[in-house]
């Protein structure tokens, strides 16, 4: 009994370490992404889990703070770089991605791929875009602005919350936003606009609770952004502030690097974040609009959104120089 009683424990200790030589066999695809992706109630949880059960790897992320800072990580290692994939490129840094030369193409067909204007997406694959907006609570604001104009010259009480340009991917396409309206004025709107502004945080999220805590009447997010309210909170006195200026876009990518050791992984990760399973998860998760869903397959609350008359972008190639006069323009109006 006592000899089969060894055989038996032996016998067991072999298989476990079997199944963790097994478990430790998996490869682990490491993504990088900013913060609000990967928390617990954002995309990222349900997208690990669901690639996860078809890909026989483990996905492992890294987050360093918002978008810009994510990228930024990436750019400081270099071609050490631990990240197979970057989720969360914002649109306006792709320029700078071109440069640093850390990104390859993926190879992967993106006829599906849905979006309202043009876009080369052989090396930053998009998976949801939106619209910048000033949202605001309709209980405390009875007559929004409908233009950047009347915002600067609303009631001197009505204040914002903005987020920085420099590590912040909403502070950037506001930057990028008045500069696209306002042109060589811009420096002027800015520092009519900075009185109004109770404070600049680093990312969106410190912006946002700070506005549902009351601490300003608008607060710079996306058009999207009520819909949260509706869905996860059936409340309905939340809205974006629609501009007869139009509303600068946002498309959020996800890249391949060149150091990545999985690039096969990589690859059918980028094609599973763009199917079918994933984009039915970013409208509710990350509140934006999906690249490849029918608009039939959106919830409801995303029929009631603004939808803007005019789209604005400035095409990647020419944000680095835009961005410099317009961060300069910033910072001295700020500073005032």
């Given amino acids: 009994m006592k000899a089969l009683t060894l055989s038996l424990i032996s016998a067991a200790l072999l298989a476990s370490t079997s199944f963790s ?25 349900a997208i690990k889990k669901g690639f996860e059960e078809t890909c026989g790897c483990t996905v492992t992320y890294v987050a360093p703070g918002d978008a810009t800072e994510t990228f930024n990580r990436v750019r400081l290692e270099g071609k050490n770089t631990k990240a197979d994939i970057l989720v969360g490129l914002d649109s306006n840094l792709v320029a700078d991605a071109e440069k640093s030369g850390l990104f390859e193409a993926h190879g992967l067909t993106t006829d599906h791929l849905s979006l309202p204007i043009d876009w080369d997406a052989s090396t930053y694959m ?18 929004a602005p409908k233009s950047f104009d009347e915002l600067l010259n609303a009631p001197e009480d009505l204040k914002i919350l903005i987020q920085d340009p420099r590590s912040s991917t909403p502070g950037l396409g506001l930057l990028l936003w008045i500069k696209d309206v306002y042109g060589d004025k811009a420096g002027e709107v800015w520092a009519k606009l900075a ?8 990312g969106w999220s410190e912006a946002y609770g700070m506005f ?7 607060v710079l997010s996306y058009t999207t952004s009520p819909a949260y309210h509706i869905l996860a909170e059936e409340k309905t006195n939340y809205h974006a502030a629609a501009f007869a200026d139009g509303h600068y876009m946002q498309v959020e990518l996800a890249a391949i690097t060149k150091a ?10 980028l094609a599973y974040l763009t199917g079918p399973t994933a984009q039915k998860v970013i409208p509710t998760t990350n509140w934006m609009y999906p690249v490849a869903l029918d608009k039939a397959e959106l919830p409801e609350a995303f029929g009631t959104l603004v939808q803007p008359d005019k789209a604005r972008l400035i095409a990647p190639k020419d944000v680095p120089s835009i961005r410099r006069e317009a961060l300069d323009e910033w910072l001295t109006a700020l500073s005032q």
């Fill in 21 to 45: 030589a097994t478990a430790d066999d998996k490869p682990t695809l490491t993504v990088y992404a900013y913060d609000s992706f990967v928390a617990e109630w954002g995309p990222g949880p």
């Fill in 126 to 143: 998009p998976f949801d875009w939106g619209y910048f907006a000033f949202v605001y609570d309709s209980n405390k604001v009875e007559d």
């Fill in 195 to 202: 009185p109004r502004i109770v404070t600049v945080t680093k």
């Fill in 260 to 269: 990545s050791a999985h690039k096969d992984l990589a690859k059918s990760f």
């Fill in 212 to 218: 549902l805590e009351g601490q300003a009447q608008m």
